[in-house]
């Protein structure tokens, strides 16, 4: 009992660090907009998760073990860090100025599913594992959205962050997405862990489309500037 308190005080002061962060943000760039500094906040949740996630790791020879096995309290730390900042990014979203149905209830599906393992404390490897493959590209999405406001926008630094990102978000989502859902549901796990697993890898299949498309046009339309016609194979 006294650890889940613990935990619930560590996400009620990981939500008034991280609402303090953007504050702190926004005044240094006094000038950026709401969602810039939004997104600076995000650049740090995103570099901490991974560090924290591969922290946890117990094994690299096997890293996504024990499988449906209880958390460790590293795991459930790295997971509250998590929750926190959701929750005030979720905040964010709904007093922003570009609010999304679809990104309110990615945040509210998100919460709730990392709530449920630190209530449960199950499924720790699992549920960290997931969070370093989804974090691991964030901030190079926002690294893209950051440089146009700085005033990259169509430039080879935007275009060479655009390729990273598609390439990082691949790797990840399509190569270790595949293989995390794979391990869940064959292992002795919840159902509502199992469905998580096969929707945030329905979810990333879908974005990788997206994804695909969104290069394949840029570098299409950049082979055009420069002079040289042709379609992208």
Known sequence: MGEEYDIVNLIVLGVI????????????????SFEFCNRIVSTIHGILAVILASLSVEDWSCPVRPLA???TPKQRQVLAVTVAYLIYDLICCLFGVKFTLDNTVHHLVSIVGLAAGLAFQLCGSEQVAALFIT???SPFLHARELLKEFGYMGTDLN???????AVIFSVARMVG?????FVTLTANNPLLIKAMAVGLQLV???????????????????????GMPGKLD
Do not use: C, H, N
Request: aromatic share 18%.
């Open 17 to 32: 660090s991280w609402t303090t962060v953007f504050l702190l943000v926004r005044k240094i760039f006094s000038d950026r």
């Open 69 to 71: 096995s209880a958390s």
């Open 135 to 137: 974090e691991i590209s």
């Open 159 to 165: 275009l060479a962050a655009d390729v990273l990102f």
């Open 177 to 181: 997405g595949p293989y995390l859902t």
């Open 204 to 226: 990333s299949a879908f974005w990788f489309y997206k994804i695909v498309k969104m290069v394949k046009y840029k570098l299409t339309k950049r082979r055009k500037q420069v």
